[in-house]
């Protein structure tokens, strides 16, 4: 009961990170903001306690780089004269992210001793699963709605007004990318992680989590789809590749026939609620309407992406804009929601070049610390740089923890790496 009582206090730490709350009761800082003040602090006893443990060269650089693209925004606004000051504090996020994820990495370290990349991405998938199962009690059962409510702040009237799913602290866009972030993290364990290809139980419960994730996370945001597709990609690849000589183990066959069951089953559960309640059916024909529009009537389309097409491309109409943008960001200054286009408009294609080469840097530099990681760095990479043709949005919360947890190739544990 103890053991299960800590793993428990463990998810709802890595799940106010993750999936960062405010309370009602207390509106003036959220989950992730604590989370970083406990950081600081517990950054400051273990230095002491381990005689100084160096902020990596990573978290420095990745820094350096976000300070630059602030620095560059700031520029932007000043030459425009806007005063939009959207992006120019984005250190002040990058610091609060980095300062939470240590708070949330020395809370697991406590408790269990080493934080590896392993153990986080259980934690992390545990905490997707719930917000899915979350945001379903939230759509059907009123008590379960009114309770959230009288807790939690968000943007409620928003959410309802689009009649979109949505859990606690997760919901739109932001919880697509880091649901598909997720996803490219426990494809990589069953792929690449010897402890968990060698146990159908760890193996079977990462598959179930990747399917769950899949098909309520698709109708909390359908951006959801750009890490299912990368993720199942990666895991068939993987399962399937060919051992020395030619051979396929029998560890791979196993896992291939489990796969299989846990993809009919959870088609067929989801077949039968499609038919069998109003609400599911609704909720799947919004989250895989592509899908839908593709078996009926021949064409992958969906309403958001012919909108995305039709009017949201939106470019600088001369050189100055091209080079500094105009120092103004957002929907409702432009009428487009692209990441692409609004990264433009508001700092240029210098401010674009920064930005993208921080993404970079920051998942690439993951490749030395954890083994066999090339694969999910290039997907988590493609994971930015294919949603930010519909929306802007910011995965580096995902980088932040890595950064923090304990590596296979580098420091001991207490180094932040």
């Known amino acids: ?238 399962m399937f590749r060919m051992q020395r000589g030619g051979n396929i183990s029998r560890i791979q066959i196993a896992l291939s026939v489990l796969l299989i069951l846990l993809i009919s089953a959870t088609i067929g559960i989801t077949v039968y609620l499609y038919h069998s309640s109003a609400s599911f059916y609704s909720d799947m024909r919004f989250g895989f309407e592509g899908f839908f529009n593709w078996v009926e009537y021949g064409e992958f389309r969906t309403t958001s992406t012919d909108i995305l097409m039709s009017v949201m491309w939106v470019w600088p109409t001369d050189p100055h804009g091209w080079l500094v943008g105009y120092g103004l960001y957002g929907l409702y200054t432009w009428g487009t929601d692209i990441g692409y286009c609004n990264f433009v408009l508001y700092c240029g294609l210098v401010g674009l070049v920064i930005y993208s080469f921080y993404y970079l840097y920051n998942h690439l530099s993951l490749i030395s610390k954890f083994n066999r990681f090339i694969i999910p760095a290039l997907l988590l990479t493609a994971v930015t740089f294919i949603v930010w043709a519909k929306v802007a949005t910011d995965i580096f919360l995902i980088d932040a923890l890595l950064f923090c947890i304990d590596g296979d190739k580098d420091s001991p544990p207490g180094k932040t790496a």
């Open 1 to 238: 009961m103890k053991k299960f009582l800590a793993a428990v206090f463990c998810a709802i730490v890595v799940d106010a990170f993750f999936w960062d709350f405010t309370l009602v009761v207390f509106p003036i800082a959220n989950s992730k903001m604590i989370l970083a003040v406990v950081g600081i602090i517990a950054y400051l006893f273990i230095s002491h306690q381990e005689h100084g443990p160096s902020m990596s060269n990573r978290v420095i650089k990745s820094g350096f780089i976000a300070v630059l693209f602030s620095l560059w925004c700031y520029i932007a606004i000043t030459i425009n004269g806007t005063g939009d000051m959207t992006y120019v504090r984005y250190f002040t996020s990058f610091a609060t992210w980095v300062g939470g994820a240590y708070g949330t990495y020395a809370i697991l370290r406590r408790i269990h001793g080493r934080v590896d990349l392993m153990l986080i991405t259980r934690y992390l998938a545990i905490v997707c699963v719930a917000q899915c199962v979350i945001a379903l009690l939230i759509e059907n059962i009123p008590a379960v709605e009114s309770l959230v409510k009288s807790i939690f702040s968000q943007g409620y009237d928003f959410f309802e007004r689009g009649g979109r799913l949505y859990g606690i602290g997760c919901a739109l866009d932001p919880a697509g990318v880091r649901f598909s972030g997720i996803q490219v993290l426990i494809a990589h364990q069953i792929v690449a992680e010897p402890r968990v290809r060698e146990s159908l139980r760890k193996s079977g419960f990462l598959f179930i989590a990747f399917l769950v994730i899949t098909v309520i996370g698709c109708v909390i945001s359908r951006t959801t789809t750009v890490g299912s597709a990368l993720g199942l990609a990666y895991i068939i690849f993987g």
